[in-house]
């Protein structure tokens, strides 16, 4: 396998980011390419999702990731290893994507179609939810050790996406994470939201989330 | 009691944060107030934390809190329930406090002295990290689910701390968190670092946690 693509991104502040999304947008409707931003934050198990929703869908769908860090490629390489194509942001201590980002990271995949890439942003609950990054849709991770109380601390990246995944609910015995009182803070801000329960470790629910998604890229195309 | 003060902090992007923050360090030395800045992912257990170390030290020490948040006054409410003076700093929508909010919460702390203050910054591993808060010692944590890799992944945040507390050792079991892989990445980012491992649910390590803290108080005054 050839070595991973490794780009430095920096914000280009002079650039409308929200025009920059909506062209994006605009590209992957046409090219029929369904991006999924996967926000969370840090070890809240977003490569791990990945991994387990990669492995359920990568007979289906071409699939591609595009993994963004501070530093580091291990997720990367971590994704590089199930044989799908993944190419590395190192956004050097910046804290979110934007959609000029995102374009860097789709022209870096090369000329074939994808039609599915997941984009997995900076770990962070604050900053990433600020910046449309032209992603068809918006889903965050909010791992049970966290907490149940994330909604009211973090309020903007529950109203901005579309989906939340609760993970390591196998962790659920050791905490006194309440679902019931999440599922109706998560509510208050986005009636609209999909709230799926699985655990990337144990694989539960994970069949859920890719019904999901099959449903979202059926719509889509 | 009387209502939580809440202060609504905004950055001034154009005064010089490292100036302001060795201004804030030079009054704390005069004041004899010992300032601890608390950085951690979201949901990492800095109030948890707090709240155990509050009930070890109250006693010796005259101990307050500077709450901050993008949103909500919880985390303040929970610390005012044990006695302690409490102020809350909403951000809104800023993702890390600087020296001049720091300052702000001092001050509407009233005229009271106060031994030992600590700031709980944004739940955030990222921008925190990037900005001086005139505290005396930058102390973080990392809690067991979120993996042993973070080192890896945010750096910044490690080289900036003396104090890296290993939060949620109670959960080890249910995960493959390697403690002397992560303790072998942090030796190479920060030589320096002081590890302690603690579980802030059922008190082990707090001690040692508490240890630590009365040393460095009266190494201090």
Same mark, same amino acid.
């Given at each position: 396998m050839d070595e991973i693509k490794l780009f430095e991104v920096k914000e280009d502040?002079?650039?409308?980011n929200d025009e920059a999304a909506r062209q994006l947008r605009d590209k992957l409707h046409r090219d029929k390419t369904f991006v999924i931003n996967l926000m969370s934050s840090p070890g809240a198990g977003k490569t791990t999702v990945l991994l387990k929703t990669i492995s359920e869908l990568k007979d289906e769908l071409k699939i591609g990731v595009i993994e963004a860090d501070i530093d580091s490629v291990v997720d990367a390489e971590k994704i590089r290893n199930t044989g799908i194509r993944a190419v590395q942001l190192r956004t050097? @201590?910046?804290?979110h994507l934007d959609a000029s980002m995102v374009k860097t990271g789709l022209d870096g995949m090369g000329s074939e179609s994808f039609d599915l890439v997941f984009v997995e942003n900076v770990?962070?609950?604050?900053?990433?939810?600020?910046?449309?990054?032209?992603?068809i849709k918006n889903v965050m991770i909010l791992s049970?050790?966290? @907490?149940?109380d994330k909604p009211m601390k973090y309020p903007l990246m529950f109203t901005k996406s579309d989906v939340l995944l609760i993970n390591k609910?196998?962790?659920?015995?050791l905490t006194d994470f309440d679902t019931k009182a999440l599922k109706q803070r998560v509510t208050q801000l986005n009636r609209d939201m999909t709230v799926i329960e699985i655990s990337a470790k144990t694989g539960l629910g994970i069949d859920k989330w890719a019904d999901w998604i099959r449903s979202a890229v059926r719509d889509f195309t």
């Open positions: 502040i002079l650039s409308d050097g @201590g910046f804290c770990g962070n609950l604050v900053c990433p939810a600020e910046f449309d990054t032209g992603a049970v050790p966290e @907490g149940d609910i196998d962790m659920m015995e």
